[in-house]
């Protein structure tokens, strides 16, 4: 039996760096309402209902950041990914509240 992987923390000067060499693939798990007002460029909203979509359809070795509010929730979100066997997971350290404070020019609305 392997040891399961864990996901890893990115910080946001990482991710900034990143979006426009599209080096991740940026997933949301805010409300729909939050993630419809303002979200990360390029991010996907993520939620119980089309995450089975997202699973059959991913690369499941594209980097995948995981954003929610302030980085707690985003952590139980990347591990859960981690299960389903993607392998590059990360959880964005401050969240979309963090994002917003640090780059307000780099907000989709």
């Not at 980085?71 to 591990?79: C, V």
């Amino acid at each position: 039996m392997t040891e399961q992987e864990n996901f890893k923390h990115m910080q946001l000067d990482t991710l900034h760096e990143g979006l426009n060499e599209k080096k991740y693939v940026v997933v949301d798990i805010r409300d729909a309402a939050s993630f419809q007002a303002n979200h990360i460029p390029g991010a996907i909203h993520l939620s119980n209902e089309n995450f089975p979509e997202f699973i059959r359809e991913a690369d499941l070795d594209v980097p995948v950041v995981v954003c929610c509010y302030h980085g707690i929730s985003s952590q139980q979100a990347a591990q859960f990914l981690i299960s389903q066997d993607f392998s590059d997971v990360y959880s964005l350290d401050g969240g979309f509240t963090d994002w917003q404070l640090r780059f307000p020019a780099d907000i989709e609305h």
